[in-house]
């Protein structure tokens, strides 16, 4: 069993839907976690990043965080054709440096 | 833009070749990470450099190997080229050990033939 379980889609949505991407994880000393998105052939880029359990906004973009359940989630608001991407959740523990452990990633389609 | 860049884009070897790859990280960055990414699947840690210095391995062989440098740009060495070796290289930059924001570059994608 990986250490982070993501659901790798593809999912596709029409303009202006909201979006909910998930991931569960076993390791319980994750306290670090993050979103990443990576349009294709490119390095992924930083969206959200929370520390230990709760709620962040950013804009479209809410990421939810519960260690209860192990299970973090990010919702795009009214996305756009330009949030098509992969966007991958990834974890760390205190103390680990900054060693990320990612899921595999959600292939998203938003449809004009 | 990161402000962490990579070279080459891209790469083509042949099994058995050893590969150098680079990594300038963004300015007033000391640590670098190096993961692996295979198709379709998420990035998987390699390893870890903080002011010149090995600081943390993932689950790779001793044949991947790394240096940072006094400017702390970064290479990452592979000897003995696998087929399975071929996926998108990432080199990460983040400020001082135990932050948690990595910055990435745009990644080399290598080819073992």
């Known amino acids: 069993q990986k250490e982070v379980e993501q659901d790798p889609g593809p999912l596709s949505v029409p303009e202006g839907a909201i979006v909910s991407l998930n991931c569960t994880y076993s390791?319980?000393?994750?306290?670090?976690f993050m979103w990443y998105r990576q349009y294709s052939r490119k390095g992924p880029e930083l969206l959200m990043y929370t520390y230990s359990s709760g709620n962040k906004e950013d804009g479209r973009f809410t990421a939810q965080v519960d260690k209860s359940s192990k299970y973090i989630s990010l919702f795009i608001r009214d996305s756009q054709p330009s949030d098509s991407a992969t966007y991958l959740c990834?974890?760390?523990?205190?103390?680990?440096?900054?060693?990320?452990?990612f899921g595999t990633g959600t292939r998203l389609a938003v449809r004009p | 833009e990161t402000g962490v860049t990579q070279s080459p884009t891209h790469l083509i070897k042949t099994r058995g070749q050893q590969v150098t790859l680079r990594c300038s990280s963004q300015s007033g960055h000391n640590t670098v990470s190096w993961y692996q990414q295979a198709l379709g699947q998420g990035p998987q840690f390699i390893f870890q450099y903080y002011r010149e210095e090995e600081n943390g391995r993932g689950n790779f062989p001793p044949r991947f190997s790394g240096l940072q440098f006094p400017n702390y740009s970064s290479e990452l060495n592979v000897n003995a080229l696998e087929l399975d070796d071929s996926a998108l290289y990432l080199c990460?930059?983040?400020?001082?050990?135990?932050?948690?924001?990595?910055?990435f570059g745009p990644g080399t994608r290598l080819l073992v033939l």
């Open positions: 990834a974890m760390s523990e205190v103390g680990s440096g900054d060693k990320l452990t």
């Open positions: 990460a930059s983040s400020g001082d050990r135990g932050r948690e924001t990595q910055y």
């Open positions: 390791n319980s000393a994750f306290q670090y």
